[in-house]
C-alpha cells in the first residue's frame, strides 16, 4: 500500500505500475535486479545490439572506439546488429586486441 503512492509520484506506466504492485504483494521485489536485466536482453535483442567488448593493453581513445565500431558494423559478421563497444585494460597483452561478446 506504501508503493503505490510512490509509483505514482513517479509517473511510472500503467503496466509497470501493475508489475511492481504485483511483485510487491508476491514478495518479490528482491528479483527487480533480474528483472529489469532480463527486460534490458530482450531489449536489446529486438532492437539488435549487441555488446562487445575490447580488451587492449592500453585504454582506447574514443575516435579509435569510434573506428573499430565502425569497421565492426561494416563487417558481414554483424550483418544488421549494432555493437555497443566497452574497453577494459588488460596490460599482460603484448599487441592488438581482443574482442569478445555473449552472442
Do not use: W, Y
Request: charged content about 30%; glycine content about 4%; hydrophobic content about 40%.
Amino acid at each position: 500500500k506504501k508503493l503505490e503512492p510512490v509509483l505514482d509520484a513517479m509517473k511510472v506506466g500503467e503496466v509497470t505500475k501493475r508489475t511492481f504492485l504485483t511483485m510487491a504483494h508476491r514478495k518479490r521485489l528482491t528479483s527487480t535486479g533480474a528483472l529489469l536485466k532480463d527486460f534490458s536482453n530482450m531489449l536489446k535483442a529486438h532492437q539488435k545490439i549487441v555488446d562487445v567488448e575490447v580488451v587492449s593493453a592500453k585504454k582506447l581513445s574514443e575516435d579509435e572506439l569510434k573506428k573499430l565500431e565502425s569497421t565492426l558494423r561494416s563487417n558481414k559478421t554483424f550483418g544488421e546488429v549494432t555493437p555497443i563497444l566497452t574497453n577494459r585494460v588488460e596490460p599482460s597483452i603484448i599487441g592488438g586486441i581482443q574482442l569478445s561478446s555473449a552472442e
